[in-house]
């Protein structure tokens, strides 16, 4: 099983530059979420689904567009680049119920200059 | 609302040490609590969870953790440390809809 499948693992934009962060899970879990992990503050949630075509904003969403058109992919837009958004991001996947565990990506390394 | 704190963002032990990574949650509801385990430049996989029942949970790799429910707390721990053992462990808390609330970390050296 791939899991769940990140692409670019690496990235370098410019500021004001847009791109898109792609993930797909092969396990048919209906919720995916998006998370940026920076030094010292642990993964902060950007952007989560509960299935197709239902998006919400997490913690930290400013920046960002997602969209929820198929189960398995969940891609996240970055409109305009700026060098805040520089992180590592991270994408997961799990079951509905609360009990159940999120299955990672193996992330993307964005760096804007 | 729900919370993470882990206290100690670096941990150095040396090996064949007992290993202990603090958490401690805040949650309005009976909180479902996650460990995870980062090596560098991948993923996080998880480690050991507690969902309902006995409050002593074994994970992989010899890892296991308590949930206090008087102290609010989860911490990690393993007997004996290996080098295998280097990496940054995540405490998470779910409580509501899929929002899985994470602390900052804590870096785990472990020493020849």
């Known amino acids: 099983n791939a899991g769940v499948t990140q692409t670019p693992k690496f990235q370098v934009l410019k500021t004001g530059q847009s791109m898109t962060l792609q993930c797909a899970q092969d396990?048919?879990?209906?919720?995916m979420s998006w998370y940026r992990q920076d030094p010292g503050m642990g993964l902060r949630l950007i952007h989560y689904?509960?299935?197709?075509?239902?998006?919400d904003q997490g913690e930290v969403p400013n920046g960002y567009n997602v969209s929820r058109s198929t189960t398995e992919d969940f891609p996240l837009r970055l409109l305009s680049a700026a060098p805040s958004q520089t992180s590592v991001y991270f994408c997961?996947?799990?079951?509905?119920?609360?009990?159940?565990?999120?299955?990672f990506g193996q992330g993307t390394r964005l760096t804007v200059v | 609302a729900q919370s993470v704190t882990q206290l100690g963002s670096h941990v150095s032990v040396s090996e064949g040490a007992l290993v202990l990574l603090r958490c401690n949650y805040s949650s309005s509801v009976p909180p479902y609590l996650f460990w995870y385990v980062q090596y560098p430049n991948q993923g996080l996989q998880l480690l050991l969870k507690y969902t309902t029942g006995a409050t002593l949970v074994k994970g992989i790799n010899g890892f296991e953790a308590e949930f206090k429910k008087s102290e609010t707390s989860f911490h990690l721990t393993k007997p004996s440390a290996h080098m295998s053992d280097a990496a940054e462990y995540f405490c998470?808390?779910?409580?509501?809809?899929?929002?899985?609330?994470f602390g900052t970390g804590t870096r785990l050296a472990v020493r020849p």
């Open positions: 689904s509960v299935g197709a075509g239902i998006t």
């Open positions: 396990m048919n879990h209906e919720y």
């Open positions: 997961a996947s799990s079951w509905g119920q609360l009990n159940t565990e999120a299955f």
């Open positions: 998470a808390v779910r409580s509501s809809g899929d929002k899985l609330t």
